[in-house]
């Protein structure tokens, strides 16, 4: 007896007609990005440092549109923020691709893909198995980042600065996430019924 393959949240609430659903995850990359800018410019005051809600906003994406979608609207909001756009955290423009930062523009897009491949595999339906995929994908963001930082900033810098003082809101945002999709899951079936 053959399965049939899962899909992501998106592609299972998507039109069936080709136009229409290509012209749906057009909409959703051009909106998945601008969420991803207005979730960086979204400070909530944590100790040691505030938080932006981005890497929030990038696991609900991934978790939501499957990989593909996910690294499309990653793409599409590094290309805003190379033409200049404001949609990074501090600004936008390809200065900031050599800046600080760089490192965790990077794994946004490794995370992202990682848990947009783990939704193309239903693990988008378990909050805990999609938790333990977005605390690989923190891992990845805050190791990329902090390898970053050690390299323009010295190595000595990279835990203190790259890693440390994003632990606990990583996790917290990590969990939230990891709630969402499977939620929606639940109310989607709902109305199936």
Known sequence: MATVPARSFVQ?????????????YGALVLFG???????????????????????????????????????????????????GLPVFT????????????????????????????????????????????????TAIILLLGAAWIAMVFGPEKALAWGVGPFIATDVIKAALAAAVVPAGWQIANLFRR
């Open 33 to 83: 990005s601008m969420l991803i800018a207005v979730a960086g410019k979204v400070t909530v005051p944590f100790w040691p440092v505030p938080a932006t809600l981005q890497t929030l906003a990038i696991f609900v994406i991934a978790a939501a549109f499957g990989r593909k979608l996910a690294l499309a609207t990653l793409a599409a909001y590094m290309v805003e923020g190379a033409a």
């Open 90 to 137: 501090n600004g936008g423009g390809l200065a900031y691709f050599a800046g600080p930062t760089t490192g965790y523009l990077a794994g946004f897009v490794v995370a992202a893909g990682l848990t947009g491949w783990a939704a193309d595999r239903g693990l988008d339906r378990n909050a805990f198995k999609l938790f333990a995929v977005n605390l690989a994908g």
């Open 12 to 24: 299972s609430l998507a039109p069936e007609g080709a136009a229409a659903r290509y012209a749906t």
